[in-house]
C-alpha cells in the first residue's frame, strides 16, 4: 500500500510543471513579453492611426480605460485560482464547466492559435521592414516567417526558466529604445504641443455617429496592443507565490504598457502632423514596399545606430511575443487536457525540463495552419507581394481580436460572483467598452457568421469531450485554489 503510495507521488510529481520556476519579476516580464510593445508600435500604429486618424491617441487611451476594469477582474481571479488553463478554470468557477470549456476552446484554438499565427506573420512583414531599414535590401517576407516557429518552440521546449530569462532580456530592451523615441520626439515638438489628438474633432468627422465609428474601429485596433497581458496567468502552476506575483504582474505590466501605448501614439502623431494628407501618407507607406514610416521617424530622433537598435528590438520584440503566446497556449491545451477535456496526450510533460511537450508541438503546428490560411484569405482578395504579408497580418489581427474580446468578456462576467457591488459597476464598465469593440469588430470585418460557427464548434467539442471523458488518474493534476 506504501510502495502505491510511493507510485502515485512520484507519477504525479513527474506529470507536472515546474513549481516556483517563475521569479514575480519574470512573471512581470512575462506579461510584458505577451503585450510585445516594440512590436506593436511597428506593426500596428498604421492600423489604429488608420482608423480614429488623428484621434489615435484618444483611442488607446480609451482602450486602456476599457481594459484596466477587466484586467482587474484576472487580478481578482488570479489571486484565488491557480491552474495552467486559467481562462477555462476562471468561467468554470463562475458559470460551470460547459461555459468554462468554451471560453476554453475559444480563447486557445480561435484566438490564441490564431494568435500565434499572425505573430508568426508578422515577423515576416516586420523582418522585411527591418532588414530593408539597416541595409536598403528587400528580402521575401515568406521566407522569415518561419523563423519564430522554429527558434521560440526550441526555447519553449527546454522549459519555462529559459522562456521567462529570454524575455526579460529582450522586453528590456525594446521598451528602453520607446522610451527615448518618446522623449527625444516631445521634446523637440515641446512648443507645439497640444491636447488636439485628445479630441472627437482629431478624427476629421462631422457627425456624432461618424466620429463614435471612427473611434470605435480604433478600439478593435488598440486592443491588440494589450493582447498577451494574461499570459501570466497561464504560468501561474510555475510562478512563486503564484497568488501575489501574477495578479500584481499582470497589473502592474498592463498599466505600464497602457501608458507607454499612449505616449509612443501621440509622439508619433506629433510627428507626422495632425492633418488628413500627413496621416494619409503615413498609411500609404507602412502599405507599401518601402521603408515602414515608423522606421523613418526613429531614424530622424536617434540617428541610424538608434534605427539599427529598434530594428533589432522590433523583432525580437515579435520573438518574445511569440515566445510567451506560444507557452500560454500550450498551456491552456496542457490544463485542459489533465481535466480530461482535451485528448490525453496534450497532458504529457516532458521528464527533463518539465514542459509540455506535446501541447507544444500541437501548438506549432495549429499556427502554422492558421498562418496558411490568413495567407490564403489574402492572396484570394487580390494582395501580392509585400501587401500579401501585411494584409495577412491585418486579417489575422482582426479576426483573433474578435475572439479575443468574447473570452475577455466571459472572463470579466465570471468575476462578478465574488466581488462587491464597486467592483460589480467597474467589470461592468469594461464589459460594456469590449461590447463595443466586439460590435465595430464584426461590423469591421464581417466575420459575425464565423463566430458564431465557432461557437457551435465550441459547444460541440464540449459535448463530445464530455462523452469521451476519462476518469480522473494519477496523471490528473487537481486545481489548486484558494479555498
Not at 181 to 192: G, K, N
Not at 255 to 269: F, K, P
Request: hydrophobic letters at 50%; aromatic letters at 12%; one cysteine or more.
Amino acid at each position: 500500500m506504501r510502495g502505491e503510495a510511493t507510485d502515485v507521488a512520484v507519477e504525479l510529481k513527474q506529470r507536472s510543471l515546474r513549481s516556483s520556476a517563475v521569479s514575480p519579476l519574470e512573471a512581470f516580464y512575462n506579461s510584458l513579453a505577451g503585450q510585445a510593445p516594440a512590436y506593436s508600435v511597428a506593426g500596428g500604429a498604421a492600423f489604429i492611426i488608420g482608423s480614429s486618424l488623428g484621434a489615435a491617441p484618444l483611442a488607446m487611451l480609451i482602450t486602456l480605460l476599457g481594459v484596466l476594469p477587466v484586467v482587474y477582474a484576472i487580478y481578482v481571479l488570479s489571486k484565488r485560482y491557480v491552474n495552467a488553463a486559467s481562462f477555462y478554470d476562471y468561467v468554470k468557477e463562475g458559470f460551470g464547466e460547459g461555459a468554462g470549456f468554451v471560453n476554453g476552446f475559444v480563447y486557445t484554438i480561435f484566438y490564441s492559435v490564431l494568435g500565434v499565427g499572425s505573430v508568426a506573420i508578422a515577423f515576416g512583414y516586420l523582418g522585411y521592414e527591418s532588414i530593408y531599414a539597416i541595409t536598403g535590401v528587400k528580402v521575401s517576407p515568406l521566407i522569415l516567417v518561419s523563423a519564430p516557429i522554429v527558434l521560440d518552440l526550441a526555447i519553449a521546449y527546454l522549459g519555462i526558466r529559459p522562456s521567462v530569462r529570454t524575455e526579460v532580456a529582450l522586453t528590456s530592451i525594446e521598451v528602453a529604445v520607446l522610451l527615448a523615441f518618446s522623449a527625444l520626439s516631445v521634446a523637440t515638438h515641446l512648443s507645439s504641443l497640444s491636447l488636439y489628438p485628445f479630441t472627437p474633432q482629431a478624427t476629421f468627422q462631422s457627425s456624432l455617429p461618424a466620429v463614435l465609428k471612427a473611434i470605435s474601429a480604433g478600439l478593435v485596433f488598440g486592443i491588440t496592443y494589450f493582447m498577451g497581458f494574461e499570459v501570466s496567468t497561464m504560468i501561474s502552476e510555475e510562478a512563486r507565490d503564484p497568488r501575489r506575483s501574477v495578479p500584481w504582474a499582470t497589473l502592474s505590466a498592463t498599466l505600464l504598457m497602457g501608458l507607454l501605448y499612449v505616449i509612443v501614439m501621440y509622439s508619433v502623431l506629433v510627428d507626422i502632423g495632425v492633418s488628413q494628407g500627413s496621416i494619409s501618407s503615413f498609411i500609404s507607406a507602412a502599405e507599401g514596399a518601402g521603408l515602414n514610416p515608423v522606421y523613418a521617424l526613429i531614424r530622424a530622433y536617434l540617428g541610424y545606430p538608434g534605427e539599427v537598435v529598434f530594428a533589432i528590438s522590433v523583432l525580437i520584440s515579435v520573438l518574445s511575443c511569440y515566445l510567451a503566446t506560444l507557452n500560454a497556449t500550450a498551456r491552456m491545451l496542457y490544463g485542459m487536457s489533465r481535466d480530461g477535456l482535451m485528448p490525453r496526450p496534450l497532458s504529457s510533460v516532458h521528464l527533463k525540463f518539465r514542459s509540455p511537450d506535446v501541447a507544444l508541438f500541437t501548438s506549432s503546428a495549429l499556427a502554422v495552419l492558421s498562418t496558411i490560411m490568413s495567407y490564403a484569405i489574402a492572396a484570394a482578395m487580390g494582395y501580392r507581394g509585400v501587401a500579401l504579408t501585411y494584409n495577412a497580418m491585418e486579417i489575422a489581427y482582426a479576426a483573433d481580436t474578435l475572439f479575443y474580446v468574447f473570452s475577455l468578456a466571459l472572463v470579466a462576467a465570471s468575476a462578478v460572483k465574488v466581488i462587491g457591488p464597486v467592483g460589480k459597476a467597474v467589470i461592468a464598465v469594461g464589459i460594456a467598452l469590449l461590447g463595443i469593440t466586439f460590435y465595430f469588430s464584426v461590423a469591421y470585418i464581417t466575420y459575425m457568421y464565423v463566430f458564431l460557427a465557432s461557437l457551435v464548434a465550441s459547444i460541440a467539442a464540449y459535448l463530445i469531450a464530455r462523452r469521451l471523458r476519462r476518469p480522473m488518474s494519477v496523471t490528473s493534476w487537481p486545481r489548486t485554489s484558494q479555498y
